[in-house]
């Protein structure tokens, strides 16, 4: 150990800063080079000086020189192709497919100053193996500085860490260790000139303190490190919460579990590394493709403005494509069919030949695809489009506009004025409540003559609210065209309809569970059976779930009772919104309907209208079903007449009295 002596503390001599400087050198090996700056140097603070040089300023010109020195590589790095397919380095030029290179030539060409490298596209197209691939070579590169730390201005005995965040860190570990310390294991580099220490199980630990750290999606020992890269796997598939407890102290309504881990590790590296708004190392970010908008689709979305981002997207089949773009001939004979992806104007669909353009857009949504993989696709067509193809799928679209339902109750308004058949919109249904206060029955009474009626209801599963709908039809209008899906050709078309009903739905409640129990059956029975009393109701129709007894009790009273699923088919829904949206549905107001309709998903794959997560649909249902119901009785309504608005002046008994029959005439023949 050599010594810098100073007589006074704050002064050496000249002679002592040469005898210190030749210690050093014998210790740490400088070039003659760095000796001779730094000899002049030290010259330099001589003549300002003399021979008495401050001790400070001698020691702080020493240790910079030397760890600019250090700030140095050992060795000049390879490009990218020496370094994957050399039997030195990687060793993998009799696998690394042409398309998989192509793309790593262009990450890591040095003038390109990528930061972000989004992998996605379908499943088995080598996202994994161009993450390892990377996260090597930077490891490499590292390995070529005499102090990494030094050349990143970092303290030095500091960590540079590449994280590597799976699922779980079971699963971490298993990638990392398995499958990129095999990559690592084969290779003519790593085991030989930059080995990891294998006593280390949770962590590969690489000279000049260098680690690769697994980690699971949930842990957040990243904050705090010197994060230079990294890898986060499955991005498309980890969890969005509505209301979390995460984000109680945020403004933020949802949880997006891997827009935090992302925002997390790249703000480790930028406050780490970033130099002149660029970064050395760079963030994998690592998923096939799920579904539109979800994280890797908005990513490479942000590419087409963000200069920093490099974007690998590819189908299986690209993946296994030449140098020149065409197939592989030992993989694909060149025969294809063709594939329509699902958009708001056409459900997802196959063709042995190139199918009819609906628009100019439409065009980007045809796909020629290898006939080797028609049978997968047959089965499974959106899954296939997602893990095969790598298209992030319009799998779902909202099912109608708020405002849309908005007018339809402004109808309303024009022909019922503001009466209602029920006095409430929600109400809590128990033992104790008094179901003839539920019904307006002057309003009731007046709307009688204007039958047949059908009523809807969704029953309740145990703990849920249920539905009731009350309608009838009130004319006709001449729609026009209308927009409707041919099965055969998987597309929407036009086709005249001419005159169509126009129903009036006077009659929406949403019934509520008591606290701490459930509905009570029986008192909605006689709820129904009351309004029954009242109107002419000719069709009732339940979803299946307790409707047995129901379905009895009303026929008995002479009712046309069915089973009216409304999961089973998407018929009802999109009959109800065509007619909303034509103009044809009068609805009196709900602001439960206002809530629940707007915010239903439609499955354009299948046609399926469900509520969101959390959501409800019971009052939707309820409306659906009865307008449904009327728009299969084509006697219950006359096509050429215009609604008119209900009479006011009807003479209403002082009170009810009962009949003898199943049901009161609504002053009409009998139907059936």
């Known amino acids: 150990m050599v010594n810098l002596h100073s007589v006074d503390g704050k002064t050496v001599k000249f002679d002592s800063l040469v005898h210190f400087l030749k210690g050093i050198n014998n210790r740490v090996g400088l070039s003659p080079e760095v000796i001779d700056l730094l000899l002049e140097q030290l010259e330099s603070l001589r003549v300002l000086y003399g021979e008495k040089i401050p001790r400070e300023d001698a020691l702080r010109i020493i240790s910079h020189q030397i760890e600019v020195t250090k700030s140095g590589y050992i060795r000049e790095p390879v490009d990218i192709v020496e370094f994957v397919e050399s039997p030195e380095y990687m060793n993998q030029g009799a696998y690394v497919r042409p398309k998989i290179l192509e793309n790593l030539i262009t990450l890591h060409d040095p003038n390109n100053r990528y930061y972000e490298a989004v992998l996605g596209g379908g499943i088995g197209i080598g996202k994994n193996y161009f993450a390892d691939i990377s996260i090597a070579y930077d490891l490499y590169k590292l390995s ?11 303290a030095p005995g500091s960590k540079i860490i590449f994280i590597h965040q799976s699922k779980t860190e079971k699963l971490a570990k298993e990638v990392v260790f398995d499958q990129f310390g095999g990559r690592l294991a084969e290779s003519g580099f790593f085991p030989t000139h930059f080995p990891h220490d294998h006593s280390f199980t949770k962590v590969m630990k690489f000279p000049n303190r260098i680690e690769v750290l697994p980690i699971s999606s949930a842990d957040t020992s990243a ?14 598939f980890m969890s969005r919460v509505k209301k979390s407890k995460k984000k109680r102290h945020t403004d933020d309504v949802v949880y997006d579990q891997a827009e935090v881990l992302y925002t997390t590790i790249i703000r480790r590296m930028e406050s780490r590394f970033k130099s002149l708004g660029v970064l ?26 963000n200069p920093h981002i490099f974007v690998m997207h590819l189908s299986q089949w690209e993946s296994f494509s030449n140098k020149d773009g065409t197939l592989m001939k030992n993989k694909f004979c060149g025969k294809k069919f063709f594939v329509r992806k699902p958009s708001e104007n056409a459900v997802a669909a196959i063709y042995d030949e190139y199918p009819e353009v609906l628009t100019e857009d439409d065009k980007s949504n045809i796909m020629e695809v290898p006939i080797e993989y028609k049978s997968t696709f047959e089965k499974d067509l959106i899954g296939s489009l997602r893990d095969i193809a790598g298209v992030a799928v319009v799998n779902s679209s909202k099912f109608i506009n708020a405002g849309i339902v908005q007018s339809a109750f402004d109808k309303y308004k024009s022909i019922y004025g ?12 128990s033992l104790n409540s008094e179901v003839s206060d539920l019904i307006d029955i002057p309003f009731v009474r007046r709307l009688s003559p204007l039958g047949p009626f059908a009523i809807h209801i969704d029953l309740a ?5 249920a539905g009731i709908g009350v309608g009838h039809a009130i004319g006709g209008k001449d729609v026009g065209l209308r927009k409707v899906f041919d099965k055969k050709k998987g597309i929407f ?16 409640l949403q019934i509520l569970p008591p606290s701490n129990g459930e509905i009570e059956l029986n008192i909605l029975r006689g709820l129904v059976g009351l309004l029954c009393d009242y109107l002419p109701v000719y069709w009732l129709t339940m979803d299946r779930h307790q409707s047995a007894t129901f379905l009895q009790y009303f026929r008995a009273k002479g009712v046309n009772s069915s089973i009216l699923s409304m999961d089973r088919s998407p018929d009802p829904h999109v009959e109800t919104k065509f007619a909303i949206k034509e103009g044809r549905v009068f609805i009196t107001h709900s602001k439960v309907l206002l809530e629940e309709m707007p915010q239903l998903d439609q499955d354009l ?51 009810y009295v009962g009949r003898k029959s199943s049901r009161p005439s609504s002053g009409r023949d009998v139907l059936y």
């Not at 599963?461 to 609210?465: H, K, M, Q, T």
């Open 223 to 236: 904050l705090g490190m010197n994060v230079f890269g990294g890898v986060i796997d499955e991005m498309n």
């Open 280 to 305: 050395p190392g760079k963030l994998y970010l690592v998923s096939s493709a799920n579904y539109k908008d979800d994280f890797i689709d908005r990513k490479e979305k942000e590419s087409e403005l």
């Open 418 to 429: 503001n009466g209602s058949i029920f006095t409430e919109e929600s109400i809590e249904l």
């Open 461 to 465: 599963v145990s703990g849920d609210a």
């Open 493 to 508: 078309i036009h086709e005249p309809q001419g005159v169509l009903p126009v129903y009036g739905v006077p009659g929406l």
């Open 605 to 655: 794959s299948t046609g399926k209208i469900d509520h969101p997560e959390g959501g409800t649909k019971d009052v939707s249902d309820a409306t659906s079903g009865v307008v449904y119901t009327l728009s299969n009785k084509r006697s219950s309504y006359r096509k050429l007449k215009s609604p008119k608005v209900i009479p006011v002046n009807v003479v209403n008994p002082d009170k």
């Open 144 to 154: 070529c500085l005499y102090s990494p730390q030094s050349h990143y201005q970092l």
